[in-house]
């Protein structure tokens, strides 16, 4: 599970401060220097860590923190706010556009878990109501569109799929059976390249200029740790991406990605992948995930 390592070397440093009543600034020094290499060895962006550090460490030198009482509490309320800050203080949602369908465009490097969360996501819109309608846009290996019609029926949801032919045209007539079947929600499953390449990049700006999704979600893994936040910058950059969707979280042992995505890219995750079955997933909630950290 993500932040194992992080939470226990976080936990130690805390440990430590508390059990000595009073600090002083050189303490807390000490002590940031211990959270800037637990974070380090998280994965976390160098960058992120600087900020993160700088922004923690100002405010625990600040009057109120040192007269305290119980200053190590503060501390600890400090990295916990700052942690919930660097992940998103709002809780992020889907845009649900007034007038239906909403159209959701699921991107991301092959293997990151494109098609099986595509899958998750429509088991988990479908579960609060909505009647999800699952696009299988990935055209260039036959075998994706039989895993999408798999994963869709395990997740009891309608599979949309016209074979091997323009992403852009089966996008569009998606669209179409869309509103004629009452679906109010579609997901695009495009296709995934083992790199960006700009080629995979042209195909999805054209179904994006013709579909005009209200989300475009990027599936990245987080087992791939500053890689998966690179993807995400490169995507934003060349595409334009709303949001985040971190799968893989659970062989993840470091959680530097999910640490690192918004302060790099400034885009938020929403949702986060925890296995291989469709409902090992959930919302993305940054208090949580501070308070696994912080256990
Ligand atoms: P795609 O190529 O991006 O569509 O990726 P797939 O959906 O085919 O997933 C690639 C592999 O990762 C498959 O073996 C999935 O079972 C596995 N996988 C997907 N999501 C998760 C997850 O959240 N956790 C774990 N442990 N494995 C996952």
Redesign the pocket.
């Known amino acids: 599970m993500a932040f194992e390592g992080l939470s226990e070397k976080l936990n130690h440093v805390f440990k430590k401060l508390k059990s000595r009543g009073k600090l002083s600034e050189s303490d807390v020094k000490d002590a940031m220097r211990e959270v800037r290499m637990a974070l380090l060895e998280a994965d976390v962006s160098y960058k992120v860590v600087k900020d993160f550090v700088a922004k923690v460490s100002q405010r625990c030198v600040g009057e109120e923190v040192l007269s305290s009482l119980t200053p190590a509490q503060q501390v600890v309320k400090i990295v916990n706010d700052e942690l919930i800050a660097l992940m998103g203080n709002d809780n992020a949602r889907i845009n649900m556009p007034s007038k239906p369908p909403c159209v959701i465009m699921m991107c991301?490097?092959?293997?990151?878990?494109?098609?099986?969360?595509?899958a998750k996501l429509a088991k988990y819109l479908k579960r609060e109501g909505h009647r999800p309608l699952l696009v299988a846009c990935?055209i260039y290996r036959p075998a994706?569109i039989n895993?999408l019609m798999v994963?869709g029926e395990k997740a009891g949801v309608k599979v949309f799929e016209m074979g091997q032919i323009d992403p852009v045209v089966i996008s569009t007539q998606a669209m179409r059976y869309a509103k004629d079947y009452g679906h109010d929600v579609v997901i695009l499953?495009t296709a995934?390249r083992l790199h960006i390449d700009e080629k995979l990049m042209d195909e999805l700006k054209q179904i994006k200029a013709k579909v005009e999704p209200n989300e475009i979600m990027l599936?990245v893994?987080a087992m791939t740790g500053q890689d998966a936040v690179n993807v995400a910058k490169a995507f934003d950059e060349a595409l334009g991406i709303d949001s985040v969707l971190m799968?893989?979280?659970?062989?993840d042992t470091r959680g530097g990605a999910a640490l690192s995505v918004l302060a790099v890219t400034g885009k938020p995750i929403k949702f986060v992948?925890?296995?291989?079955k469709l409902d090992?997933?959930e919302r993305f909630h940054p208090e949580r995930m501070a308070s696994r950290i912080l256990g």
Do not use: I
């Open positions: 991301g490097l092959q293997g990151s878990g494109k098609t099986t969360h595509a990935d994706a895993q994963v499953d995934g599936v893994d799968s893989k979280l659970d062989s992948g925890m296995g291989e090992e997933f």
